[in-house]
């Protein structure tokens, strides 16, 4: 019973979204070409794009150590956030320098853990494979990955941008803390717009 929860919480958060303004960057790529891609799993480690998402992926894993260094030695712990801050400010000096280098400007999408959606002036085929980096905002969290286009679909709200396609994908080939990452900003998005509602 308790697997049968924890995969209906996932399937949750894969698919619940959200209207978004993030950095956008993709190229269509061969299925080929994905899968020599043997280099794929250090190139999220040392790609200047995502050095932030590591680091928030291995802060992360080092929350139980730390609130043992608290408990124990305060100052310690002080210093290791301190250290951590700089770190903070390094990775998000190279998300801005790989964002300069890709020409990548902020953009509509709509977004969840599982994939998301866009407009591109031009129609894209599905099934079609892209390679996407993106960044989530105001984080400046970079994430490098895989997607598979599954809809193609023609925009027909002239209030909106007459022409255009809304293209979706799913992410391929995603860690689970990538996910998470992605999953925590929705959330934290969500949470915000609630707040300002209840502020109206």
Do not use: W
């Not at 958060?13 to 070409?33: G, M, Q």
């Amino acid at each position: 019973m308790k697997h049968v929860q924890v995969k209906k919480a996932v399937e949750k958060r894969n698919y619940f979204r959200i209207d978004d303004i993030a950095i956008l960057h993709y190229r269509v790529i061969s299925d080929r070409s994905r899968d020599e891609d043997k280099n794929y799993d250090d190139q999220l480690l040392i790609d200047k794009l995502t050095l932030k998402a590591r680091f928030d992926c291995i802060t992360r894993e080092m929350q139980p150590l730390y609130r043992v260094v608290e408990a124990g030695s305060p100052e310690i712990a002080q210093y290791l956030s301190a250290l951590d801050k700089k770190l903070n400010l390094l990775s998000e000096y190279y998300v801005e320098i790989a964002m300069s280098d890709m020409d990548m400007t902020p953009q509509k999408v709509n977004l969840g853990a599982g994939g998301l959606s866009f407009m591109s002036a031009s129609p894209m085929m599905t099934g079609s494979t892209l390679e996407l980096r993106l960044v989530l905002l105001p984080e400046h969290t970079g994430i490098f990955s895989y997607a598979r286009i599954v809809a193609c679909t023609r925009n027909t709200n002239d209030m909106a941008e007459p022409g255009h396609y809304r293209i979706s994908v799913e992410f391929e080939r995603m860690s689970a803390d990538v996910q998470d990452i992605i999953s925590r900003h929705v959330l934290a998005k969500e949470q915000e717009s609630i707040r300002k509602a209840g502020a109206r």
